[in-house]
């Protein structure tokens, strides 16, 4: 057992082994062996709202039980969520310029939609770039975490968390909150309308998400996956973009060397090979 002197709970070796074998089985998701303290604290609350004292105890349900609705609460526990409106605001001005040009109705898949602040910033962003034509645009919202995808679709945030946000764009796209709501805003339905919120496994053998696409956002989520997976991913991205397609990865991630399907085109922005 490790950190035993300040844990009400029993976590040892044998069990953080076992938790990364199985959230690595479920979502394909790799943990570091320096997860450890992160991995008790998300997983704690899981324990004591079960009354468990033993993690070897939650993971022996999990077994007993594998249809359970725990393994969602498990994977949702375990999965990270760090998003901001317009994070990697490049992106935003490169894909605007790419819609422009659009003769057919544009489809956008955020993979990693987390709590909606990227797929809301995708929606206000072809708003801007098509004007009318937004109205026909669809954007498929997809992610693991089914809680982060219950925040993303009531579209609730507070205004601390549209900093990159102009002010002419919070005017327009949002509804600002009063009384019990003040200091909160709320996106507007016609932008909501926009997006489908799925949840989506990327590890799964069946996606919900049917090209073709004119892009596929896809950014800081395949660190978290190993190179096997990664490459794996990336070939299926590439049969639902349309032939002018393009993938946005995050900042960290570089898949040049993974696959042939893709070569770069930007800063963190793939095309597809001809």
């Known amino acids: 057992m490790f950190g035993a002197a300040d844990r009400d709970l ?10 990364r074998t199985l959230i ?29 004292r033993r993690f070897s105890d939650y993971l022996a ?19 990270t969520n760090l998003t901001s409106f317009f994070r990697e605001a490049h992106h935003f001005s490169l894909l605007a310029e790419h819609v422009k040009q659009a003769t057919s109705p544009v489809r956008i898949w955020c993979a990693a939609a987390s709590t909606g602040e990227e797929p809301y910033s995708l929606a206000i962003t072809l708003s801007e770039a098509l004007g009318s034509r937004a109205s026909q645009a669809q954007i498929l919202a997809t992610d693991i975490d089914t809680d982060a995808l219950a925040k993303a679709r ?29 200091g909160m ?19 799964s053998g069946n996606w919900v998400a049917k090209g073709p696409f004119d892009a596929i956002f896809c950014r800081n989520v395949m660190i978290y996956f190993d190179k096997e997976t990664q490459a794996r991913i990336l070939e299926r991205f590439a049969p639902l973009l349309k032939s002018n397609g393009l993938l946005f990865t995050g900042h ?3 898949f040049s060397y993974l696959t042939q ?11 597809l090979s001809r």
Not at 261 to 271: D, P
């Open 61 to 79: 349900r999990l077994d007993q039980h594998p249809e359970s609705p725990e393994w969602e609460a498990f994977t949702n526990a375990l999965t």
């Open 185 to 203: 805003a709320k996106i507007r339905p016609e932008l909501a309308s926009m997006i489908d919120f799925q949840s989506l496994n990327l590890t």
């Open 252 to 254: 960290s991630e570089n």
């Open 24 to 52: 690595y089985q479920r979502a394909g998701l790799v943990l570091a062996s320096h997860k450890r303290e992160m991995v008790y604290s998300r997983l704690a609350k899981r324990l004591r709202l079960h009354g468990m």
């Open 10 to 19: 029993e976590f040892t070796e044998a069990d953080f082994d076992k938790i």
């Open 154 to 182: 009531k579209g609730i945030y507070a205004l601390d968390q549209l900093e990159k946000v102009s002010e002419a764009c919070r005017r327009q796209f949002f509804l600002r909150g009063s009384g019990a709501r003040a």
């Open 261 to 271: 399907r893709f070569k770069l085109r930007g800063q963190t922005v793939y095309e």
